[in-house]
């Protein structure tokens, strides 16, 4: 027996850990499904959505589905029924117009505005109150599928025995919370079984879309913005782009990471980095550069203008928030990542706090980098000649104060034993500095000791000295 469905979205959310840290679309079946996927999508720090669908029922007997129909054109057929029932195509269309209608109808009211969350190389987490038939669940599933998701979850609090037997086939796994017996309806086993109004989803969609951060990360209902670790939706580029904000206790300023060509936040490497600047006080926001459609097209991947822009938008949306306007800001970019960040850092209006370019390939942004005022770190990898031979130039190229760190023995993406924990400790040494004289630099008081490291061992702190070039190997 639930409390209310909040209560059976905490039980619910209880039962899904193992999916945290996925990239994971919590997707309610409106209406009842959506409180119950807010709680959810809560506990998985994951975005929120609707998921509208609607059967297309066989004309002269509208309980029998012969498929269904979902936003973005999506449309599943179960061409056994079609055929045996004999529906023409007239009759097929008619119905489908008639319900699509509808389903514009509902996901316009319920979405109150916001735009549909991508489900493209995601996993689907469906989410309703309770399965009873298992009819509705299985047309999600097949949406989803066609919208993209490539795992399909169907969840809810509880369903009758036999559940999984009967979404076999169109969900990849199957997760509830009780599955008592005998069943008779889904509301026996709530105490509070409100019906849940058309306002009511968009107020838990609202709800959802600002603890996410969609309009900016000063709006986040529930969070200790003093430690913030949560999932979020980055707005640049007309697009939510999907990321994870990290504020630890007393931040020193925050990190906004640029990955490189086929990657994403979850790159094992930057998320390695993240922690170790995280350990050391530092703020990280990793997010995704490109839409998933986007990455798909590899011109995308590599159209540096584009991603410094997407950057830029980032700072902008972090800046928007009192909370974390009054904090340094910093972007560590690898590979192509690094072009975008230097690029960004030339033409960004803001001051910045300090660059780091981790196996960067500076040159793609050569034009831009005499106009860098932000001190910037190169670090290198001594088996990578040719990159570390673009460094060395582009450090000729910088006017700002600089330094090139070669890492013995590593390679491109410093898979050896120790090479990323070095580069780990190079980047949090220099941002925690150079934040720290950002923040002497603004009048403000903040900023506590330096880790592990005193602004002699960098060169001068002053961002007023131009070409202060160092190249140190390290031997640790």
């Known amino acids: 027996m639930f409390s209310d469905r909040l209560d059976a979205g905490i039980q619910l959310g209880e039962r899904l850990q193992h999916l945290k840290g996925e990239d ?34 066989v004309p002269f007997q509208p309980e029998l589905a012969m498929g269904a129909v979902g936003e973005g054109g999506v449309r599943v057929l179960n061409e056994d029924v079609v055929s045996m029932s004999g529906v023409t195509s007239e009759q097929l269309t008619a119905v489908e117009a008639r319900e699509r209608e509808e389903l514009e109808r509902r996901a316009v009211l319920f979405r109150h505005g916001h735009p549909r969350v991508s489900l493209v190389g995601r996993v689907a987490v469906i989410v309703d109150d309770g399965i009873a038939t298992g009819s509705t669940a299985r047309a999600a599933a097949q949406v989803a ?3 993209g998701a490539t795992r399909v979850v169907v969840t809810a609090p509880v369903a009758p025995r036999g559940v999984n037997g009967r979404l076999a086939g169109d969900a990849d796994e199957v997760i509830v919370v009780d599955t008592p017996d005998p069943f008779y309806a889904i509301g026996e086993f709530y105490r509070d079984f409100t019906q849940t109004s058309d306002a009511e989803v968009s107020e838990w969609l609202d709800r959802a879309s600002v603890r996410s951060g969609a309009d900016h990360p000063s709006l986040l209902v529930g969070e200790d913005p003093s430690h913030v670790d949560i999932e979020v939706e980055v707005l640049a580029g007309g697009h939510r782009l999907g990321g994870h904000l990290t504020i630890p206790e007393r931040t020193h300023g925050v990190v906004v990471f640029a990955h490189g060509s086929g990657s994403s936040r979850h790159s094992p490497r930057n998320r390695q980095v993240a922690e170790a600047l995280n350990t050391g006080g530092l703020g990280t926001l990793l997010f995704d550069l490109l839409t998933p459609e986007e990455g798909l097209d590899r011109s995308n991947v590599f159209d540096i203008e584009l991603l410094a822009g997407r950057l830029m938008e980032a700072v902008d949306w972090l800046t928007g928030s009192r909370t974390w306007s009054q904090h340094p800001i910093g972007f560590f970019g690898s590979s192509t990542g690094a072009a975008a960040a230097l690029w960004a850092a030339s033409e960004i209006e803001s001051d910045l706090g300090a660059v780091v370019s981790r196996g960067g390939r500076p040159d793609l942004a050569s034009a831009h980098l005499a106009r860098v005022k ?30 090139l760190e070669v890492i013995p023995d590593a390679g491109h993406l410093f898979e050896e034993p120790g090479a990323l924990d070095q580069v780990a400790r190079l980047a949090r040494d220099w941002f925690t500095v150079h934040f720290r004289a950002w923040a002497v630099s603004a009048g403000s008081h903040a900023g506590s000791a330096a880790v592990g490291v005193t602004p002699n061992e960098w060169g001068s702190t002053d961002r007023s000295t131009a070409g202060g070039h160092l190249e140190h190997t390290r031997r640790e």
Not at 30 to 38: E, H, K, Q, S, W
């Open 145 to 147: 599928r066609a919208l």
């Open 374 to 403: 932000a001190p910037t770190l190169l670090i290198v990898g001594s088996r990578d000649p040719i990159v570390l031979d673009l460094n060395r130039a582009a450090r000729d190229e910088l006017r700002c104060e600089s330094s």
């Open 24 to 57: 994971l679309v919590v997707l309610g079946l409106p209406r009842g499904g959506v409180p119950v996927a807010f709680q959810v999508a809560k506990a998985l720090a994951a975005p929120l959505d609707v998921i509208v669908v609607r059967k297309l029922g």
